[in-house]
């Protein structure tokens, strides 16, 4: 399992990350307009504005990528990538003892293996312990669905 992450603390360039992981061209350049989505379910775009809109200040917005290895994790494409994010997530929201406002969309048209991009808002810097909390919360959701 592969975390990686960028971060800002700039409402527009949160908000040009929202438009990049929706509508990231597929194979051969063709457009493409992925599903917003939390735990709770889909989300419009303006929606995901607001949240960043209203996120509190000094807010960090991290830029995630999760990926599972298309070897070893995802190698039948059948792993839920969303239950995988929503673990991954929920793993930051125990770190922060809170909920957290975050949105992720699945990539599984441009590139030989399928990853999630998702947005967290989170109020101070990750540090290396959060990203190995993510990779243990993900590789946990691997094995629980190998088991059913």
């Known amino acids: 399992m592969v975390v990686k992450a960028k971060y800002t603390t700039k409402t527009g360039a949160a908000k040009a990350a929202v438009r990049y992981i929706q509508n990231r061209p597929g194979k051969d350049g063709a457009r493409v307009v992925r599903t917003l989505f939390t735990a709770e379910g889909k989300l419009e775009r303006g929606e995901v504005y607001t949240m960043i809109d209203q996120a509190s200040r000094g807010s960090y917005f991290f830029k995630l990528v999760i990926s599972p290895d298309p070897k070893s994790e995802d190698a039948d494409k059948n792993l839920s990538l969303r239950e995988l994010a929503e673990a ?61």
């Open 88 to 148: 991954t997530m929920t793993s930051l929201e125990a770190r922060f003892q809170q909920p957290l406002t975050w949105v992720a969309t699945i990539h599984a048209d441009h590139a030989e293996h399928r990853h999630i991009h998702a947005i967290a808002i989170v109020p101070e810097r990750l540090q290396v312990p959060d990203f190995q909390r993510m990779r243990s919360a993900a590789s946990l959701t691997l094995t629980a669905s190998e088991k059913n």
